[in-house]
């Protein structure tokens, strides 16, 4: 089945530690995203990727990197520059240019501090 | 001013009883519009696409109004079941593709 794999759904980090979260999909779609969700609250885009090779920041790309060297993943390195990264952190991807171009979620990684 | 704007409720409707969302959205390059749906804890699951003619899926319904830029979901003979957040989606398209999110407008089913 197709589909999008976050890891690891759980995850726990020290203060001043990085940590890579990681999102592949099988879809063959060209655009990735991730997105950062706060208890309560809308999600936020961190960064996003229409190609491989490339990718652009969101909203909230402080203290957040991430790579896109192959077109089936976009792992998210959050730094210990972030100061604030508890969160449940989405990634989602989907085809640009088709009439059904809607956005296909993983099932996320909640990351808390410790 | 926020890209994409939801009244984030919440909304508490007895079963059976008809309720619509809203959803405003800024930019006018906008080209796709969507309807997802959020369990607690859970990832966003589409609920459907909005296209220019509106949609009917069963009990929900999706218009498109680009003149006042906005579009909405109405939701008939709700079940307790349809008790989550609902997000509203848009598709930039001006020198990238970019989703943005609403913040989401929570629904709450009473018996």
């Known amino acids: 089945d197709g589909g999008i794999t976050q890891s690891p759904k759980y995850l726990f980090r020290k203060e001043g530690q990085n940590v890579t979260l990681s999102c592949e999909q099988n879809l063959n779609h060209d655009a990735m995203y991730w997105y950062r969700q706060d208890p309560g609250q809308g999600l936020r885009l961190i960064y996003y990727?229409?190609?491989?090779?490339?990718?652009q920041k969101g909203d909230i790309a402080e203290g957040y990197s991430v790579s896109r060297e192959k077109k089936e993943s976009f792992p998210l390195t959050v730094t210990s520059a972030q100061k604030n990264p508890t969160a449940f952190y989405l990634c989602a991807s989907s085809q640009p240019g088709r009439r059904t171009n809607e956005a296909f979620f993983g099932q996320g990684t909640r990351l808390t501090v410790v | 001013r926020k890209e994409v704007e939801q009244d984030p409720g919440p909304f508490n409707v007895p079963e059976g009883a008809t309720v619509a969302f809203n959803c405003t959205y800024s930019n006018s390059a906008s080209q796709s519009f969507f309807w997802y749906r959020q369990d607690c804890r859970k990832e966003p699951k589409l609920l459907m696409s909005v296209y220019s003619s509106g949609n009917e899926d069963g009990r929900f319904t999706a218009q498109l109004n680009r003149a006042s830029q906005y579009i909405s979901l109405l939701i008939r003979d709700s079940k307790l079941s349809d008790s989550a957040t609902y997000l509203c989606?848009?598709?930039?398209?001006?020198?990238?593709?970019?989703?943005?999110f609403g913040s989401g407008t929570r629904l709450l089913v009473r018996p």
């Open positions: 990727s229409q190609i491989v090779n490339d990718f």
């Open positions: 989606v848009v598709n930039m398209v001006d020198s990238s593709y970019k989703l943005i």
